[in-house]
């Protein structure tokens, strides 16, 4: 089969194709034929050798991805060949689970059930978006229906997932992009503001949509941009949770005392087993009546990996970019 390798950390260059031999399964094992990979940045960071954790040298990138079970290990349960799944990320799949393949080894915990009226493509952009944005809104924000919710960098996966979330819990969506055309899918999206944060004035607008209460909830992709701004317009009791961080931020902390706000921290590599099994019935449930549809910017050949890796740090982002084998 043929299967992305990295066999040096470095720029995106270092992602080739190879062939490797086809996959047997353990006992444990569930053997995944896959028909779409989801790419996310963190992948891009483990890549480089700059995150904190690395996988050993060679390994296949990729923790999301979607297709149908191949074949099945003699202790696994609830599974048989042909099945449709998704695969999620857990924190051995993150650093090199392997979906940027033909084939992926999964244990069972890692699969999902994927509803008939989800594509394949929809299925990959399930695992860490999706999971990133639930996990952000109701485990750590703990969001309650009537609240408002601004999502910072609402163009890309999870700000799109975090959407659709929200709408179907009932908060009110506040949604930030940089283009006309990211803008005009967060309005195709159900937002009921939309704001370009490259405006001066973006922040006014969000005050004035809030009678000048603010928001109660803040899902920050760029803390090391926003955070401080960010108290700022936070209702008493509000809650920022910082997805994505890029360096060190200076904070006015008098702003989060005046209001009894709180500034959460998150990541996928802390959601316990029990947690994550959950959060994915709740998103199978949701695939599964339509309330989620995640939106595919591009599809690219499992060769152009390199290409998707650029793409996705990219700025302007408009939905996930999957790879297809």
Request: hydrophobic share 45%; net charge neutral.
């Amino acid at each position: 089969m043929r299967a992305v390798m990295v066999r040096a950390f470095g720029g995106p260059e270092v992602l080739r194709v190879e062939d490797v031999e086809p996959m047997i399964p353990g006992a444990g094992d569930v053997i995944v034929r896959i028909r779409a990979a989801g790419v996310n940045p963190v992948e891009t960071y483990v890549r480089s050798g700059t995150y904190a954790r690395k996988p050993s040298l060679p390994y296949v990138p990729g923790g999301d991805g979607a297709g149908e079970v191949e074949a099945v290990g003699t202790q696994v349960k609830g599974f048989k060949p042909g099945d449709r799944v998704y695969i999620t990320n857990d924190n051995v799949a993150l650093l090199g689970a392997g979906t940027y393949a033909e084939q992926a080894r999964c244990s069972p915990a890692m699969v999902h059930r994927l509803p008939a009226r989800a594509s394949f493509a929809q299925g990959a952009a399930v695992g860490v978006p999706y999971g990133t944005a639930y996990r952000s809104l109701f485990m750590r924000a703990n969001a309650r229906a009537g609240e408002t919710v601004l999502v910072h960098g609402a163009t890309g996966g999870v700000g799109l997932a975090a959407i659709q979330l929200a709408r179907a819990y009932g908060l009110r969506v506040v949604g930030t992009g940089g283009t006309n055309e990211g803008l005009s899918l967060l309005r195709d999206q159900g937002v009921d503001l939309a704001v370009n944060h490259h405006e001066p004035d973006y922040l006014s607008r969000v005050m004035t949509a809030t009678d000048g209460r603010g928001v109660d909830v803040v899902l920050e992709m760029a803390a090391h941009l926003n955070l401080d701004k960010d108290l700022g317009i936070l209702n008493r009791g509000g809650r920022i949770v910082v997805i994505g961080n890029r360096g060190r931020v200076e904070i006015d902390a008098r702003q989060a005392m005046a209001r009894d706000a709180a500034i959460l921290g998150m990541t996928l590599f802390n959601v316990t087993p029990a947690e994550l099994s959950g959060l994915h019935m709740a998103l199978v449930a949701g695939l599964e009546n339509g309330t989620l549809q995640p939106v595919i910017a591009r599809e690219i050949p499992l060769t152009e990996a390199s290409a998707a890796h650029e793409a996705v740090m990219a700025p302007g982002a408009k939905g996930k970019i999957v790879l297809l084998p």
